[in-house]
């Protein structure tokens, strides 16, 4: 896992995500679609109502094609220790 402050561009170790209940139901819809044929190697923007602000989610693995990845996202996962391979 990763979580980066797009901000600062420093990787978290934790964060706390408070939803309504439509945004809620917005990032299974996320992850559904994630996890399906046409979610790989893609990402999803959850924004709230007035889009002020917003979280990106992807699924990646060291063993799939991090073509899609910018350059500083290929580091994270390079670096990143507790990827699950399939």
Do not use: W
């Amino acid at each position: 896992m990763i979580i980066l402050d797009e901000a600062t561009n420093k990787n978290l170790t934790n964060i706390t995500i408070l939803l309504t209940r439509n945004e809620a139901s917005q990032m299974i819809g996320c992850l559904e679609d994630l996890l399906s044929e046409a979610g790989q190697n893609t990402h999803y923007h959850l924004n709230n109502d007035s889009y002020s602000k917003e979280i990106t989610i992807a699924s990646y693995d060291k063993i799939g094609c991090l073509d899609n990845f910018s350059e500083k996202y290929k580091k994270l996962i390079s670096a990143d220790e507790t990827v699950d391979t399939p």
